[in-house]
């Protein structure tokens, strides 16, 4: 299947600091979604997006689809505790009928 | 409304039991997926449904046998799993299988815990 390399694996930051973590695929992609997935939980989509070059933001979330349709990138303003977790992307071709998943980023927020 | 429902929360089984895993939605998505997750790892497809017809079964074995009574029901069937077979099971939905030019967004469920001893 598709492989989708996420970075960085891991992340450890200041309560305050802003974040930044990306996807890239080594195919074209139609759709890029964000998820977030507390332990134990199921993932909670955070923010959808379908054409190159959007921005889209979701309360001190912002995503990007990037121009070359083959990487993703989500940003976080201002982290909170509640921001620990794992983030995924995942992205879907447009030939396909299922999403293909990241490999995550754990985030560690120290208060 | 974008919840799916997943029951049970946690499951504990043995080598020999049989237990059904039970997913609902209500937002009148036509997909449904089966997914494994262990820890730390993205979710790994297992089934999708599109219409209620089984449209990809990505290889599992045949001790998991999904079913979908209807559009807002999706079942696991276990039968004689093994203890690597432990791990969270999601459920999601989506509007439909998507086509080309359109897209959808998956939701996914609270997860099912199993444990094979």
């Known amino acids: 299947g598709q492989q989708l390399n996420q970075s960085p694996q891991s992340m450890f930051i200041q309560e305050g600091e802003d974040v930044s973590m990306n996807c890239t695929s080594s195919s074209i992609f139609n759709t890029w979604l964000w998820y977030k997935q507390d332990p134990g939980e199921g993932p909670v989509l955070l923010i959808a997006?379908?054409?190159?070059?959007e921005l889209t933001s979701n309360g001190r979330l912002t995503a990007q689809f990037g121009i070359t349709r083959k990487d993703s990138f989500l940003n976080i303003s201002a982290s909170i505790p509640s921001d620990v977790g794992i983030y995924f992307c995942?992205?879907?071709?447009?030939?396909?009928?299922?999403?293909?998943f990241g490999t995550g980023t754990s985030l560690t927020v120290i208060p | 409304d974008t919840e799916v429902t997943q029951t049970p929360k946690h499951l504990v089984m043995g080598m020999t039991n049989k237990k059904s895993l039970k997913c609902e939605q209500h937002m009148g998505h036509r997909a449904m997926y089966w997914y494994k997750q262990k820890a730390k790892k993205p979710p790994e497809l297992m089934f999708v449904y599109s219409y209620e017809k089984l449209s990809i079964n990505e290889s599992v074995p045949s001790r998991f046998s999904p079913e979908c009574p209807n559009s807002s029901l999706l079942n696991l069937h276990l039968h004689a799993l093994q203890p690597e077979d432990s791990a969270l099971y999601l459920c999601?939905?989506?509007?439909?299988?998507?086509?080309?030019?359109?897209?959808?967004?998956?939701?996914f469920g609270p997860g099912t815990r199993l444990t094979v001893t």
């Open positions: 997006l379908y054409k190159a070059g």
């Open positions: 999601a939905s989506s509007q439909g299988l998507l086509r080309r030019g359109t897209s959808y967004e998956q939701y």
């Open positions: 995942a992205g879907r071709t447009n030939t396909g009928n299922q999403f293909y």
